[in-house]
T-cell receptor, first 113, second 114 residues
């Protein structure tokens, strides 16, 4: 069964304190792994897609990496405005779940000034 | 439109009533997805459309749930005889192709069944 597990569930950081969020996945052939950011009362906002192991993508203070079993979202010198829930999702290449994204439960990040 | 629009943004309904949730995707996006997000849970896939057809309805929780899409554009998700466990945020997303990446989500409809 295709599955996504994110850890930790919640993370509190001081402004400037770098850290990483983890996304472990099992999928019947990975078509793509996605990272989204979700603010309260809003829909998820697309950040990155990673397609193959070894791939990395960066956007401002965020960097996403991918291995065959997990992905990391590294946050460098975070600011309070980075506070949000970060969601990881996978899209399968094979099997009944093709076409839709399978999401983890997310990591709620709080960055204190 | 500029983004995915969902209406209403909030809906409170009595148990047993029917509700209709609407999604207006980005113009030209052929794929449309419905997800449900309950408190403390991840996004749960409900159904997706490619054009007006729904190749995958596997996520619909029961036969009380149905969805349609007309003209390759607007979609409605209908929940009949609502139950308290149907309370959640219902999110719609669209993308250019069914296998495209980076869905654009709407802000959701918060449904509360009392």
């Amino acid at each position: 069964e295709d599955q996504v597990t994110q850890s930790p569930e919640a993370l509190r950081l001081q402004e400037g304190e770098s850290s990483s969020l983890n996304c472990s996945y099992t999928v019947s052939g990975l078509r793509g792994l996605f990272w989204y950011r979700q603010d309260p009362g809003k829909g998820p906002e697309f950040l990155f897609t990673l397609y193959s192991a070894g791939e990395e993508k960066e956007k401002e203070r965020l960097k996403a990496t991918l291995t065959k079993k997990e992905s990391f979202l590294h946050i460098t010198a975070p600011k309070p405005e980075d506070s949000a829930t970060y969601l990881c999702a996978v899209q399968a290449r094979y099997g009944g779940s093709q076409g839709n994204l399978i999401f983890g439960k997310g990591t709620k990040l709080s960055v204190k000034p | 439109g500029a983004g995915v629009s969902q209406s209403p943004s909030n809906k409170v309904t009595e148990k047993g009533k029917d509700v209709e949730l609407r999604c207006d995707p980005i113009s030209g996006h052929t794929a449309l997805y419905w997800y449900r997000q309950s408190l403390g849970q991840g996004l749960e896939f409900l159904i997706y459309f490619q054009g007006n057809s729904a190749p995958d309805k596997s996520g619909l929780p029961s036969d009380r749930f149905s969805a349609e899409r007309t003209g390759g554009s607007v979609s409605t998700l209908t929940i009949q005889r609502t139950q308290q466990e149907d309370s959640a945020v219902y999110l719609c997303a669209s993308s250019l192709l069914w296998e495209n990446y980076g869905y654009t989500f709407g802000s959701g409809t918060r449904l509360t069944v009392v």
